[in-house]
């Protein structure tokens, strides 16, 4: 069994920052990819930034110059680096893992964490 355990969400005003991070918990795993989703009241859920393991990253243009996003593959962790925050950035934000557990690929989903951008 895999876990996803975010943290770092909350409330902050337009120009802040937040830092967003996510630990994959369990046993017999591999982790291919990490990412961070967000989706906005009557929105689809969008990609915000994924990172490989190979160090890899890509990002939404509307997040670009603003956000960093980075992993500690010792500690299956990624983080989310949020700066130069703006109300449109205010969503529930997901983290995803593609995780390898042989000999299957799995799409894991974190439960959320709540991001408001406002003053």
């Known amino acids: 069994q895999v876990q996803l355990g975010e943290s770092g969400g909350g409330l902050v005003q337009p120009g802040g920052s937040l830092r967003l991070s996510c630990a994959a918990s369990?046993?017999?795993?591999?982790?291919?990819?990490m990412g961070w989703y967000r989706q906005a009241p009557g929105k689809e859920r969008e990609l915000v930034a994924a990172?490989?393991?190979?160090?890899?990253?890509n990002y939404a243009d509307s997040v670009k110059g603003r956000f960093t996003i980075s992993r500690d593959n010792a500690k299956n962790t990624v983080y989310l680096q949020m700066n130069s925050l703006k109300p449109e950035d205010t969503a529930v934000y997901y983290c995803?893992?593609?995780?390898?557990?042989?000999?299957?690929?799995?799409?894991?989903w974190g439960q959320g964490t709540q991001v408001t951008v406002s003053s």
């Open positions: 995803n893992a593609k995780l390898l557990i042989v000999p299957n690929n799995y799409n894991y």
């Open positions: 369990g046993s017999h795993f591999s982790i291919n990819a």
């Open positions: 990172i490989t393991s190979g160090g890899k990253t």
